[in-house]
């Protein structure tokens, strides 16, 4: 069965566009879900949630500096799920957090209290592939779209097995390393696209290291759109306010829309 995100991300593709999902830290600030909002209005897809945690392996200075401020003010994952459950967002959302959050809370219930919440995905980093069948499980049955990463270095023969348990989209790697954002978009962002489109009609997004709305119409052009973090963060972080984040986001909106 197809989820809402699968569903709003297969909606812009099938009228010809691509796709954004923009990346928001979680509990960053009283007005978080205030740029959640906003940035739905600003033209995003799906939205992104990071569940702050201590130790972000994916994650670069920015989102580690948001999420340490995040947890510093006293944020944690039910204060998250419970502002969400009372949100009224208007696109879907998905969480990204990492495995140890999941373990503890238990799969079964961490995957019913997203749902509860309103919450249709979940991405997980640092569960590869041959760990994830537990929590995917719980999540097919409570309802939530597992989405799955796919890193550069994933020879040609395990993609296939990462885009079957996908669910939502695939999420392709755009480099080696940890998020930020970067001078010009690695090649290995528009490689990866390229050979998840391959083996794959589910909707191909590309993260990491796409930090501008030109590297997001260049990735794009093989991808079906992109997942956008640390830019829409950074602006957070400079206390820009929803109206600036939104801005952000609508620039990134207006560049895919032109391409």
């Known amino acids: ?10 909606a812009r ?5 691509k796709c954004l999902v923009p990346y928001i830290t979680g509990g960053l600030g009283d007005d978080w879900l205030d740029t959640v909002r906003a940035v739905a209005a600003a033209g995003a897809d799906v939205i992104e949630i ?11 200075p920015t989102i580690q500096e ?16 419970d502002d969400l459950r009372h949100a009224d967002i208007g696109v879907p959302t ?11 809370m238990g799969f079964e219930r961490f995957a019913n209290s997203l749902a509860a919440a309103g919450v249709s995905g ?7 592939l041959e760990e994830v069948g537990e929590w995917a499980s719980a999540a097919d049955e409570a309802g939530v779209e597992t989405v799955m990463l796919a890193a550069p270095t994933a020879p040609d023969e395990r993609l296939p097995l990462i885009v079957e348990r996908a669910r939502g989209f695939v999420y392709g790697v755009g480099l080696l390393g940890i998020t930020g954002v970067r001078s010009a978009l690695a090649a290995s962002a ?10 794959t009609d589910k909707p191909v997004l590309v993260g990491v290291g796409v930090g501008t709305p030109e590297q997001a119409v260049e990735v794009s052009q093989v991808s079906d759109g992109v997942v956008v973090g640390s830019a829409v963060v950074q602006r957070m972080l400079d206390h820009a306010g929803p109206e600036g984040v939104a801005a952000l986001v609508g620039e990134f909106r207006a560049a895919l829309d032109e391409a």
Do not use: W
């Open 190 to 199: 528009v490689e990866i696209a390229g050979r998840l489109k391959g083996v």
């Open 122 to 128: 979940c991405i997980l980093p640092d569960v590869p």
């Open 66 to 81: 948001a999420n340490d401020r995040a947890l510093e003010a006293g944020v944690t994952p039910q204060t998250i799920l």
């Open 94 to 104: 998905a969480v990204m957090t990492y495995g140890n959050i999941a373990y503890h």
């Open 50 to 60: 990071g569940m702050p945690f201590s130790d972000p392996v994916m994650d670069g």
């Open 1 to 10: 069965m197809t989820g809402a995100v699968e569903t709003a991300l297969r």
């Open 13 to 17: 593709i099938d009228a010809g566009g």
